[in-house]
């Protein structure tokens, strides 16, 4: 693997990362505006439901006005009557002004007394009278009407009797009720055409005690919801009534959890899938490294085992070629060269049947026979190389497979059998008395083979990665034993190849044993 490979994926996982914290970043950003937006709609929705109610109150509450006021008032009379029904707990008074008095049903003194106190009330509700588009001016205010303006207000002011003493008479029908708002009054009156000018009747309503009469019809879900009069530059929405419904911001969002929820799924669906994708790229990494580092060491075992012997093949051959050699030594210098081909053999065999295995190619050779002729053939063999080795071997074989068949490939029995072999020479040779026991146990559908000898076992390091490709053991490489660490991988690969296992059953100061099990045929 390049040395930028890693580079390319840490770069490619850190900027995966920084996707994931934007998309969660947005993710959140995006529940906030759907709420928002959520809360917007809900809020216009609930908005017109209230109105719409607030809306048929209203015209039905200026209706029931506009039936105790009647059709027209009587100017030939001196007073002005209550109008029937009386009066609501809303209304402040009842009024009639005409171009030269002002009038309030007998009894209403505390009503007559708050209008002539405010003047500017009076004097809305006369120019009013003369053009209903007049507007309302408050005197605590900085804006003044200018002078077309107050032409223009006033311009509609006709007089048909020019005479102040003559009676005051009606000269057509009143208008349509209209309604509007001073300060925390509302007004809601008709102008009347006289012979001295245009003459107002009307009601004058608390706007606080008629917000409080419409706040029940508002939605629930509104909860900081308020009814009042407009402020400068609002418009009114509770028509005719001058008086607006403000929803306020906050409001009841019936979804919000599901809603809420949904999002959160999304965000740890997100989250999972980018940690996932970075476990993956790390993963590659990791993978890359492991084949890396396991090319490294079959390189670096390779060559060191290939070395020797070439080395040893180098020094030889010049020596017999050059005549250095004496006669009688010349037999023992073929000798060593024949073993050194034979290990560089086994060494190629090893490494070409490893190479087979891990790009799939299974073993196919399939061997059948008496199961206890095939084994003693196959055991006999090594147990043979056992005792020129200097190794007391015991073979010991179940009798229950006499009459047993097995199928199995032999030279595959025979490369496993070799490695374990090779295993026992090379690490309990140097004991007193070394010693190899071979026995053959049935089991239900298996023939196992237990392989036992007296070295001096194993590390717990190195029963962790026994059968790791390319392991070696320190205490090998300090005694500089022969291999690549190849030989238990390959074995074990060669077994389950052929419907078996290779396995370590025990490693102790007294002794190492291995476990190959091999299938009975059918």
Request: net charge neutral; charged share 25%.
């Amino acid at each position: 693997m390049k040395s930028k490979t890693p580079i390319i994926l840490g770069t490619f996982a850190l900027l995966t990362l920084l996707g994931a914290f934007w998309q969660a970043r947005e993710a959140a950003m995006l529940d906030t505006r759907l709420r928002a937006i959520d809360e917007r709609s809900q809020i216009q929705r609930l908005t017109e439901l209230s109105t719409a109610r607030m809306q048929e109150a209203a015209a039905q509450l200026l209706a029931q006005e506009r039936a105790k006021l009647g059709k027209a008032p009587d100017f030939t009379r001196l007073d002005y009557p209550m109008p029937q029904g009386g009066k609501e707990d809303y209304v402040k008074g009842y009024f009639l002004l005409t171009p030269d008095s002002l009038r309030v049903p007998a009894g209403e003194t505390a009503f007559e007394k708050a209008l002539t106190e405010n003047p500017t009330l009076i004097d809305t509700i006369r120019r009013k009278a003369f053009n209903p588009a007049a507007p309302v001016l408050n005197p605590n205010e900085a804006d003044k009407v200018d002078t077309a303006t107050q032409a223009g207000v006033f311009a509609v002011y006709e007089v048909n009797e020019t005479d102040p003493a003559a009676p005051l008479r009606a000269t057509g029908e009143p208008s349509t009720f209209f309604a509007w708002n001073h300060r925390n009054d509302v007004v809601y009156m008709r102008r009347i055409p006289t012979t001295h000018g245009a003459a107002a009747e009307g009601v004058v309503m608390d706007a606080a005690k008629l917000a409080e009469l419409l706040m029940p019809l508002a939605e629930p879900g509104l909860g900081d919801a308020a009814v009042s009069y407009p402020q400068r530059g609002e418009a009114a929405n509770i028509s005719p009534l001058p008086l607006v419904l403000r929803p306020g911001e906050r409001v009841d969002m019936p979804d919000t959890a599901e809603r809420r929820e949904a999002v959160q799924r999304t965000v740890v669906s997100t989250w999972f899938t980018t940690l996932l994708t970075i476990a993956i790229l790390f993963g590659i990494l990791a993978f890359y490294a492991r084949l890396e580092r396991r090319r490294s060491d079959f390189v670096s075992a390779v060559t060191h085992e290939l070395r020797t012997p070439l080395t040893s093949f180098q020094m030889m051959t010049e020596m017999l070629q050059n005549g250095q050699v004496p006669a009688e030594k010349i037999p023992e210098y073929h000798a060593d060269l024949h073993r050194e081909s034979k290990r560089l053999a086994h060494l190629v065999e090893n490494v070409l049947s490893y190479s087979r295995l891990t790009r799939g190619k299974v073993r196919g050779r399939q061997d059948a026979g008496p199961c206890r002729q095939l084994l003693a053939s196959a055991l006999e063999k090594h147990a043979e190389r056992l005792r020129s080795a200097g190794f007391k071997v015991h073979i010991n074989q179940d009798t229950r497979t006499d009459l047993l068949s097995l199928r199995t490939d032999l030279l595959s029995l025979d490369q496993i059998l070799t490695n374990l072999t090779d295993n026992a020479i090379k690490y309990a040779a140097a004991v007193d008395a070394p010693a190899v026991n071979i026995s053959t146990v049935r089991s239900h559908r298996d023939i196992i083979i237990r392989f036992a000898d007296n070295g001096p076992g194993m590390q717990d390091e190195i029963k962790a990665r026994l059968f790791k490709p390319f392991s070696r053991s320190a205490q090998a490489d300090r005694n500089r034993k022969p291999g690549i660490g190849l030989g238990l991988a390959l074995s074990r690969d060669i077994a389950r190849s052929i419907g078996g296992n290779l396995s370590l059953e025990k490693s102790t100061p007294q002794g190492t044993t291995f476990i190959l099990t091999l299938p009975l045929g059918e």
